[in-house]
């Protein structure tokens, strides 16, 4: 059972405008996620992380969204640069078994000059 | 400061030979996890130990896979026999707190 979900397996989106990456979960008790950014042949890095005691963090262009209500999370990233062409990661923190992240399928992000 | 160290980058192997991977973790770190990452899919935790000692094995397929972490630093993961569906991309992490591991480059196994 896939308990992290991000649904779009690949967005393209025209340089300098807004990226937005989607991801949902099922488990009421995650209260921590991350978004993970991983570039080909490399291993990924991690992005930016959000608290369920918070609803957005912001760092830079990017910024992390979380609806606890609605079990969704999504990245927001402005402007978008060809620099930013990778495939993210959302992750939750299962604290029940030890800490260990539980990451979705990935979207592949496309920025087009 | 240096970062996760895997080797190799890259190995091919036939199904039922064995392999070995090696990972080096942030000094200091004492967390480490290993995930198999098959193509399409997000990482999926495989182990996961505290120092020496396993918090976490629950999705290692232990009739095959093996991992240890020597004096709580080093650690590496074996597959024998392999199988055509053990291919994937063999990842490594490291971390000080939960919320912050750091992951290697990772090794990208491919049995034939």
């Known amino acids: 059972d896939q308990q992290v979900k991000q649904n779009s397996p690949s967005l393209s989106v025209q340089e300098g405008r807004i990226s937005i990456l989607n991801c949902d979960y099922t488990?009421?008790?995650?209260?921590?996620f991350l978004w993970y950014k991983k570039y080909p042949a490399e291993g990924p890095t991690f992005l930016i992380s959000?608290?369920?005691?918070?609803d957005k963090n912001e760092d830079g262009r990017f910024t992390v969204f979380l609806n606890k209500s609605a079990k969704h999370l999504s990245l927001h990233i402005v402007p978008s640069q060809p620099g930013d062409s990778a495939v993210y990661f959302c992750?939750?923190?299962?604290?029940?078994?030890?800490?260990?992240?539980?990451f979705g399928q990935g979207t592949e992000l496309s920025v087009k000059p | 400061e240096a970062g996760v160290a895997q080797s190799p980058r890259y190995k091919i192997i036939e199904k039922r030979q064995s392999v070995a991977f090696w990972c080096n973790p942030i000094?200091?770190?004492?967390?480490l996890y290993w995930y198999q990452q098959i193509l399409g899919q997000g990482p999926k935790l495989l182990i996961q130990f505290q120092n020496n000692g396993v918090v976490d094995d629950s999705q290692l397929p232990k009739d095959r896979f093996s991992a240890e972490r020597l004096k709580g630093v080093d650690s590496t993961l074996k597959i024998q026999p392999a199988k055509l569906e053990d291919s994937a991309v063999y990842l490594c992490?490291?971390?000080?707190?939960?919320?912050?591991?750091?992951f290697g480059q990772g090794t990208r196994l491919t049995v034939v």
């Open positions: 959000i608290s369920s005691i918070k």
């Open positions: 488990n009421s008790m995650f209260d921590y």
């Open positions: 992750a939750a923190v299962d604290y029940n078994q030890g800490g260990k992240l539980i």
């Open positions: 000094s200091g770190h004492a967390t």
């Open positions: 992490a490291s971390s000080f707190r939960t919320e912050e591991a750091f």
